[in-house]
């Protein structure tokens, strides 16, 4: 079936360095890729998708793109704040936009 | 407007008793989904919606579970006879057909 690995955290940063969080899936047809996050007491927000290869999603300085080749939709950012500390979690859609499957999640810690 | 509301944030249980979690989803989605976050895990798939009508039971680990929707808005997940396994944070989500899910905060469930 449809799955999602993502890299273990935690992943601990100091302001302004780069952020990339690794993620590759599995599944049998053309999937749709998420990136979902998740503020502390916040619920989880989409934080950007792409629905086809060579799609790049991106969104608040992040930046994703969809490799049909190397299955992967690793999470990118050039320069993290503070306030970019969450739970990252990589997602897949097979059949629409429902069913979604998850990645474990990554907890990320920006440190001023 | 509001957001997708959850209800109770947090509940502690007796191991055996049966529970009722409530969502609230966004007024005007068709769609509402249940997740279950278990510790250590990503987010796992329970239940789909559309309307009043579960095409999607699938994720339902036992048929202890169970889940209604009525009006085509507010969903009730029902476990019975609870066990520790069940401890989790549900997650209810909701979306207009073919878009982006919006989630709730969660209820954290705890069984003792």
């Known amino acids: 079936g449809d799955s999602v690995t993502q890299m273990e955290g935690p992943v601990t940063l100091s302001e302004e360095a780069c952020l990339t969080i690794n993620c590759t899936y599995t599944a049998t047809g053309y999937p749709s890729l998420f990136w979902y996050v998740q503020y502390p007491g916040e619920g989880l927000q989409l934080l950007l998708k792409?629905?086809?290869?060579?799609d790049k999603g991106s969104n608040k300085g992040f930046e994703a793109t969809y490799r049909k080749e190397t299955t992967s939709f690793h999470l990118e950012k050039g320069s993290v704040q503070v306030s970019d500390s969450a739970v990252y979690f990589c997602a897949l859609s097979d059949q629409g936009d429902y069913k979604l499957s998850f990645g474990a999640g990554t907890t990320v810690t920006v440190r001023a | 407007g509001a957001g997708v509301s959850q209800s109770p944030s947090n509940k502690v249980t007796e191991k055996g008793k049966d529970v009722e979690l409530r969502c609230d989803p966004i007024s005007g989605h068709t769609a509402l989904y249940w997740y279950r976050q278990s510790l250590g895990q990503g987010l796992e798939f329970l239940i789909y919606?559309?309307?009043?009508?579960?095409?999607?039971k699938s994720g339902l680990p036992s048929d202890r579970f169970s889940a209604e929707r009525t009006g085509g808005s507010v969903s009730t997940l029902t476990i019975q006879r609870t066990q520790q396994e069940d401890s989790a944070v549900y997650l209810c989500?909701?979306?207009?057909?073919?878009?982006?899910?919006?989630f709730g905060p969660g209820t954290r469930l705890t069984v003792t």
């Open positions: 792409a629905t086809k290869a060579d």
């Open positions: 989500a909701s979306s207009s057909t073919g878009a982006n899910l919006y």
């Open positions: 919606f559309q309307g009043n009508s579960a095409p999607d």
